[in-house]
């Protein structure tokens, strides 16, 4: 065992991993057993302790971190103030010292000052081997002795983190017990690097698995990258699978400055394959060894610089580990994590499609598994038992629709079809937005639980505010219409549309105009047929145009750098009438055929003048528009600001979209994952908007509704009727939820205004 305060890695071994933690005793090992490690050194653990109690920081650090960590504002002070205590501190000489000569040592290799990273790797002192992979961070080209020494502060800061905190908090770890070692190794100025399962990380099987991107491993470990992807049977050495992403960007050393920074691939290289086959073949190699020096499957970060492969770290791989209890560990034991879009559970073989053609391989109770569902793979949905995605937020396409077909679903895992293959077995949760290797038998336990079974059986409350269902697609109509709600808030008619075999323009080319509006007219009248008389309000168009251009015939539709800004909704039916007319033509003979219960929403609306466009073209089409019900649906911030306008203008509804009204309010791209936890529909900002929008409309008797996610949740529900909504529109799995919530809640205004009365 080593008792200085910096060390040589290849001094340190599994025996020390209470001086330089986990993943230095690692990198020593791995040193030893002559695996291809950058050079470097450790500042101990013991240092660390000896800076914190040299600057006399120990009481004021630790009672710092007594607070209620469930509190973000007050997490965040408390690491404010640590670190502050952490960085304003000062190094003793001798350690100082050792640093620096040590980092001396490191640069004689090089031709001038060497750039190093700077890693953290904690210890706890009860717990030797107690993993914090993550917690901390990671500070890449560092160079110069008095950077370096900053770092090492900046990462010994790193422990007092907010995450780390809570971790520790959470996992009931001593924060004064817990120690962190800074380990300092050259850089290596990666070419191409990326992760390598050295066995397969969701069966254990003796498949290696290897990810790889342009530039530094940041944006494969960070996820904001697709990689390449490749399998290896290890069992006769064969490359089995060999997948080629578009790889956007890379992080790289900006030569200039010496920091990491985020580029664009250059366009030649994009479709570029990262690895050949012997580099494969050799990562391999290195992989068993790694493997066999633990005696289980490693999780190795891997890099190559002029065809020199280097291993930056490994640790073993978790997701093969025994499965834990409580949510938090559940989480670690699952193999992806996502967003729960649609609950329920599901266990089956995984499916991965990647596009329409594969949809055949979707067999009855499969789990369907794609980069994001497009509109034609809704049959597919259909038969699967559940839904995984890599991409998408709650209010995407997978995530409508599985919900309308009662599938569960988890969007936004970002690796889904990365780690998943075709047939291996696993266990959806759609609630808690996990997925698992293998039948789980606890979550199958609790989908079976009555408790958690949705049913409409129960006796309906009867409430003043309407509760009405959304629905996209026709074949939900018989889960809609069992909800019992009071008609159809919302009806997306493009998801109908998408679910054509052609682009509306495809049929109009073709001159069968007529077989389109039939189409249309079909599909509409299965819904409002089967809610009649209850209203039912069609929304015109409103679909996107990447999802547009999916369909055959749909190439001419416009490439826009952000579509959710772009072409679509009310702005589009006013350019392009040609189709606008074909939607009135719908709607006319559905009226004529006797269904007086449609009323028609205008989306995205932002000035009035489009509303009373829209008003004109629809009259001038032969639409009685005095006879039904116009809406406009309230998405944009401007239109909510200037509702009283829109009322001048003449409308008998509003309904709140809050997928996009959150979304535009808060610069949040609603299908982004990688800001999904920034979307907050019930955010001060957007409930404001809609406050002073039911409160205009009240005033004037225009009924409001709100047809948006936002609407299935039980708490925004409350605080809509409070604020005096005239209807809800939820999901079909919410209906009931939200009807037993609302009905609460005017009880309790009523019994509110009795007392008062008194
Ligand atoms: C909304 O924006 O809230 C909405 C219901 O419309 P869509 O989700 O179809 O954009
Ligand atoms: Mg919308």
């Not at 075709?422 to 266990?427: A, E, F, K, Q, Y």
């Not at 055929?593 to 489009?610: A, D, F, T």
């Not at 299908?671 to 999904?676: I, K, L, S």
Request: aromatic fraction near 6%.
């Amino acid at each position: 065992m080593v008792n200085d305060s910096v060390v040589w890695l290849e001094e340190v071994g599994k025996e020390d991993i209470a001086i330089v933690g986990g993943k230095g005793a690692s990198l020593g090992e791995m040193i030893r057993a002559e695996l291809p490690v950058p050079r470097g050194f450790a500042v101990t653990a013991q240092a660390f302790r000896r800076f914190i109690d040299e600057n006399g920081i120990s009481d004021e650090l630790f009672s710092a971190l007594e607070v209620d960590v469930d509190d973000a504002d007050i997490l965040r002070e408390a690491e404010k103030r640590a670190k502050k205590l952490i960085l304003d501190a000062g190094i003793s000489h001798d350690i100082e010292k050792s640093i620096i000569s040590k980092y001396r040592e490191l640069c004689k290799s090089e031709e001038d000052d060497a750039f190093v990273a700077i890693r953290s790797s904690a210890t706890a002192e009860d717990l030797p081997d107690a993993s914090f992979a993550g917690q901390q961070d990671t500070f890449l080209n560092i160079r110069g002795e008095e950077d370096v020494l900053e770092a090492v502060k900046k990462c010994w800061a790193s422990l007092y983190g907010a995450r780390a905190i809570y971790y520790r908090v959470k996992q009931g770890f001593d924060h004064r017990k817990v120690n962190l070692c800074a380990v300092v190794q050259l850089m290596v100025d990666a070419e191409k690097a990326g992760v390598m399962f050295s066995s397969h990380p969701s069966t254990g099987e003796p498949v290696t698995i290897i990810e790889g991107a342009w530039g530094l491993g940041e944006s494969v470990v960070s996820g904001s990258v697709s990689p390449d992807y490749y399998a290896v049977d290890k069992r006769n050495r064969k490359i089995t699978e060999r997948r080629i992403a578009i790889k956007n960007i890379m992080h790289i050393k900006d030569p200039q400055t010496g920091k990491t920074v985020e580029l664009p691939v250059p366009e030649d290289k994009r479709d570029d394959r990262v690895l050949d086959d012997d580099e494969i073949l050799k990562l391999v190699e290195l992989g068993d060894i790694v493997e066999e020096l633990y005696g289980i499957p490693q999780d190795v970060e891997w890099a190559i610089k002029d065809k020199e492969i280097f291993m930056l770290q490994s640790r073993p791989i978790t997701t093969i580990k025994k499965k834990k209890e409580t949510k938090e560990k559940e989480a670690v034991s699952a193999l992806l994590e996502g967003l729960g879009a649609s609950p329920g559970i599901a266990y089956g073989e995984a499916k991965l499609i990647s596009d329409a053609s594969e949809l055949g391989k979707v067999k009855d109770g499969d789990i369907l598994v794609a980069v994001m569902t497009t509109p034609d793979m809704v049959p597919a949905m259909k038969r699967a038992s559940a839904i995984v995605t890599d991409e998408g937020g709650l209010t995407c396409h997978a995530a409508i629709v599985s919900r309308e077909l009662g599938c569960p679903a988890v969007v936004g895992t970002r690796k889904a079809t990365s780690l998943l293959t075709d047939g291996i077995l696993i266990t959806v949760d759609g609630e808690k937005g996990l997925v698992f290797n293998g039948k789980k038998e606890s979550e199958m336990a609790r989908a079976l639980d009555p408790e958690k079974t949705v049913s409409f059986a129960r006796s309906k409350p009867i409430t003043a505010t309407e509760i009405k269902v959304n629905v996209s697609i026709p074949e939900a109509t018989a889960r809609a219409v069992e909800t019992q709600a009071d008609g159809v808030g919302l009806l997306r008619i493009e998801h109908m549309i998408l679910g054509l075999p052609k682009h509306p323009k495809q049929y109009i080319k073709e001159g069968k105009a007529d077989e389109y509006v039939n189409e249309l007219v079909l599909r509409i009248q299965t819904v409002v047929d089967a809610f009649y008389p209850k209203p039912v309000w069609v929304r015109t168009l409103d679909a996107p145009t990447d999802e547009f251009r999916a369909m055959e015939g749909g190439e001419g539709e416009p490439i826009e750098p952000n579509p959710m800004l772009g072409y679509r909704g009310i702005r589009r039916d006013l350019i392009d009438t040609e189709h606008f007319e074909l939607e009135v033509r719908a709607f006319r003979e559905l009226i004529k055929r006797g269904y007086n219960n449609i009323g028609i929403m205008i989306p995205l609306v932002q000035h009035p003048s489009e509303l009373r466009r829209a008003k004109e073209f629809m009259r001038s089409k032969g639409l009685d528009i005095d006879k039904i019900d116009i809406g406009i649906m309230v998405e944009i911030p401007a239109a909510a600001l200037i509702i009283d306008q829109f009322i001048s203008e003449g409308l008998d509804f509003v309904s709140f979209g809050t997928n996009d009204l959150t979304q535009y309010t808060l610069a949040v791209d609603r299908n982004n994952e990688h800001v999904a936890h920034l979307y907050n529909e019930m955010h001060p900002g957007v409930m404001k908007l809609i406050e002073h929008v039911i409160t205009e409309c009240n005033k004037v008797g225009v009924k409001t509704s709100i047809c948006g996610q936002a609407g299935s949740n039980p708490k925004v529900a409350k605080r809509l009727v409070e604020l005096g909504i005239t209807s809800i529109s939820a999901n079909i799995d919410a209906v009931e939820t939200v009807r037993e919530m609302v009905a609460r809640t005017e009880m309790q205004l009523i019994l509110k205004a009795t007392r008062e009365m008194k």
